[in-house]
């Protein structure tokens, strides 16, 4: 457990103040949580209704990997040891080639994992304890039409009853993720710097049944990848049995969602790339044509904060592509900051926001073309036996220089290194794997003197870098 976990949140004398936070998924509600343990009365809206009554009724799971940034917040507000319970640790990658040949990655240390949790369950979970919270009072089917910046006003419509209010707010807090509204409105204010940039690539998640008796087809606690140059299917595991799979899959082109049209032509197509897999996939046809195909959108933009009246979390403010597993991590981490910061600065929100802001950005920036970089890796390079090699390669150096060399996934996953720094230390560590690999073969060739020599020549550079 960190330290966030152990020290209570204590509200600042005669700060509290009724705020307003728009979007309560999974970063508004963990917010909202830590805002009314700061003292302050929390209004909050949601387009959609409350998920917890819908329970039973939804699809299938949905499982993200939480780790250690987002632990790190949950932990701040006491829920992370309840939430570990229902997650699955995954230790590593287990790649799955054309003939269903697995190799395995592990992911870090020998008891370091990602945890596989499902979506809703986590969201229904932040929003029981919202609920329990006397200072916050939840609003559901209320959609955010428009903010006007300059009156302090929103307009909501009641997606139940299509009626329509303006109300008030003082301080207004967008969570409401990739697409938000709220950033719709600081878009028009001047000088707003904003940038949207899709891949290429849509998304869609299909299913893995369990085995007899809610067994799981393959390896439980490992993250399943199918790579296959321009495109690849994960999965991850749920409690059930099951895995959420999802096919990372070009929108045009010889291989693509165009190309399959028919249920016959993506069971044909499945059969022969995905070959282990389709077994176990009995539903593939309909799930394929029935589950929407998502988009990859990275949204940039500033600044998060307007005046110190309306400020942006979690995708609202940095949405990325989902390749580093990081994109709630990141906005679980924006908490913990803001968190940090209003036990610092009370009620001074100018220096809140302002510093929230300046601080963020930089590493919002770093995790969004770091996410992109895992794409490829994920893809394409995992197949590499090179890049396998070079992995492990990575892990001796790291075993040798402890405290000097930690592995960029690592950094991120595993770490609290703010994201640039982990990015730029990535970058160092990529120039000297390429001045060492060329004399490494096989795994022992790192035993080499001509190898030990370059490398304890490139760590005292690295040193003095630092
Ligand atoms: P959201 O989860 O989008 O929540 C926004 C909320 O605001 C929603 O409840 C929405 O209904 C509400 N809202 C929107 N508009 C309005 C409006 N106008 N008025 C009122 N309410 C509104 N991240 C990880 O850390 N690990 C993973 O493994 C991972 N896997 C992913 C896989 C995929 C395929 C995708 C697409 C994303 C993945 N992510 C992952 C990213 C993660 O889903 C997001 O970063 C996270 O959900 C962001 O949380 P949020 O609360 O900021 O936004």
Redo the contacts with the bound molecule.
Sequence with gaps: MSDAATSAIIPAEGATEPLTL?????????LALYLARHGHSVDM????ADPRLASGLEGRS??????DR?WRALDGVGIGDEVRQVGIPMYGRTMHDQHGQLTHQPYGQENQA?YSVS?AGL?RKLLDLVEAEPGIKLHFN????NVDLRHHTIQ?RDVTTAQEQVRPFRRLFG????????RGAMQKTDRYNYSQSYLEYG?K?LHIAPGPNGTWQFEKHALHIWPRGQYMMIA?PNLDGSFTC?LFFPYEGPHSFAALQTPAQVQAFFEEVFPDAVPFMPELGTDFFSNPT?S?VTVRCFPWAFNDEVLL????SH????F?????????EDCSVLNSLLTQYGSDWHAVFQLFQTQRKPDADAMADLAIYNFEEMRDRVADPRFLLQKKIESKISAQYPGQWLPLYSQVTFSHTPYAEALANGRRQEQIMSGLMPYIQKESDYEQNQVQELLREAMSKLHQQI
């Design positions: 728009m979007g309560a998924g999974l970063v508004g509600s963990l809206f949601e387009r959609r949905i499982n993200l990997a939480l780790s987002g990602i979506r969201n209320q959609q955010c039409l909501l969570t409401d993720g990739a697409y938000s509204a709220v998304y998640e991850l999802t998502g990859l979390i979690g995708d609202a949405a990325i592509v989902p580093y597993g990081q994109g709630m991590n990141a906005g679980f």
